[in-house]
């Protein structure tokens, strides 16, 4: 709404870190956006943002408008989804951010379902690491946080949890393909194809391999999912991941997934929830119950 936008003006401001980046974004030229930006300033009675050789950092009013500004948006599309809840219409944006292990079929087959009962829903999916995805939702970057491993939770307002132990994925013909569960020493014999130490099965693995004394030696490191689901391995390589990750179709493939003793490596955790005290939007509320009531039922 229109009397929002000297809201988005300031956000925009505070994101570029300068007036005239800002303005490139917003399409409009940097003195007219400068103007705008002195007219909150003046009918505020105080500075916002602090003036430096290069660019202008919130100073700390700045940051309490900041944080009002984002509330302010946040409540105003929580009320437009309640309203076109009421006409029967189920519409708004769904926003989830996610660390790399959740952007698998699993979320992606949740969008289609939801989307395939209410079309007016659009989605907007953000890839965070795990130390990043609670700070996301703390900047009203997204509605729904589901992480893997998350570093710290103080924010969080978990709605589930899921237990999703490491599993190994190699090809059948692999020598380690007939045995019902794997020791991590076993997997460190061959090529490995691992995340970056960012993502929380990457960082489960290489504490227990200081624990164990073992070396994991990398052919291949990304923080990239596409690239290590397009990557063409060899019959010897072997690489990792979690249940809610593995494609259903992985036998078709030649394909298959064992899993790690946990006394090696330990099972982890995926977290779903929102910001605490935060009232999100109903299309995003109604997700987030479909998602942790399909996670109960699939992997609970």
């Given at each position: 709404?229109?009397?929002?936008?000297?809201?988005?003006?300031?956000?925009?401001?505070?994101?570029?870190?300068s007036i005239r980046k800002a303005a490139e974004t917003l399409a409009i030229t940097p003195s007219a956006l400068n103007r705008r930006l002195l007219t909150i300033e003046d009918e505020l009675g105080v500075q916002i943002f602090e003036r430096l050789p290069v660019g202008v950092r919130l100073n700390t009013a700045g940051e309490i408008l900041l944080e009002h500004i984002r509330n302010q948006m946040s409540d105003m599309e929580r009320v437009k989804s309640q309203i076109a809840d009421l006409s029967?219409?189920?519409?708004?944006?769904?926003?989830?951010?996610?660390?790399?292990?959740?952007?698998?079929?699993?979320?992606?087959?949740?969008?289609?379902?939801?989307?395939?009962?209410?079309?007016?829903?659009?989605?907007?999916?953000?890839?965070?690491?795990?130390?990043?995805?609670?700070?996301?939702?703390?900047?009203?970057?997204?509605?729904?946080?589901?992480?893997?491993?998350?570093?710290?939770?103080?924010?969080?307002?978990?709605?589930?949890?899921?237990?999703?132990?490491?599993?190994?994925?190699?090809?059948?013909?692999?020598?380690?393909?007939?045995?019902?569960?794997?020791?991590?020493?076993?997997?460190?014999?061959?090529?490995?194809?691992?995340?970056?130490?960012?993502?929380?099965?990457?960082?489960?693995?290489?504490?227990?391999?200081?624990?164990?004394?073992?070396?994991?030696?990398?052919?291949?490191?990304?923080?990239?999912?596409?690239?290590?689901?397009?990557?063409?391995?060899?019959?010897?390589?072997?690489?990792?991941?979690?249940?809610?990750?593995?494609?259903?179709?992985?036998?078709?493939?030649?394909?298959?997934?064992?899993?790690?003793?946990?006394?090696?490596?330990?099972?982890?955790?995926?977290?779903?929830?929102?910001?605490?005290?935060?009232?999100?939007?109903?299309?995003?509320?109604?997700?987030?119950?479909?998602?942790?009531?399909?996670?109960?039922?699939?992997?609970?």
């Open positions: 709404m229109r009397h929002l936008l000297p809201y988005k003006y300031v956000e925009e401001i505070a994101k570029a870190g029967g219409q189920r519409r708004g944006t769904v926003s989830i951010v996610t660390s790399p292990e959740l952007q698998g079929s699993f979320l992606a087959g949740e969008v289609l379902k939801y989307q395939s009962e209410f079309p007016g829903v659009t989605f907007q999916i953000t890839q965070k690491f795990r130390g990043e995805v609670e700070q996301a939702l703390i900047e009203h970057q997204a509605d729904i946080g589901i992480v893997y491993e998350p570093t710290k939770l103080a924010d969080f307002q978990t709605l589930y949890n899921l237990v999703q132990p490491v599993y190994c994925i190699m090809e059948k013909s692999h020598p380690l393909a007939a045995k019902k569960s794997l020791r991590l020493y076993e997997c460190a014999e061959f090529p490995l194809i691992l995340t970056d130490k960012t993502w929380g099965v990457r960082n489960l693995l290489s504490q227990s391999a200081i624990r164990l004394g073992i070396n994991l030696r990398a052919v291949i490191q990304s923080d990239s999912r596409g690239f290590l689901n397009n990557y063409g391995r060899t019959s010897e390589q072997l690489s990792f991941d979690i249940p809610i990750n593995i494609p259903e179709n992985l036998d078709e493939r030649g394909m298959l997934a064992v899993p790690i003793n946990p006394l090696d490596v330990p099972e982890g955790f995926v977290f779903v929830g929102h910001l605490k005290g935060r009232t999100i939007p109903v299309a995003s509320a109604r997700f987030l119950e479909q998602v942790t009531t399909q996670m109960a039922g699939q992997f609970g």
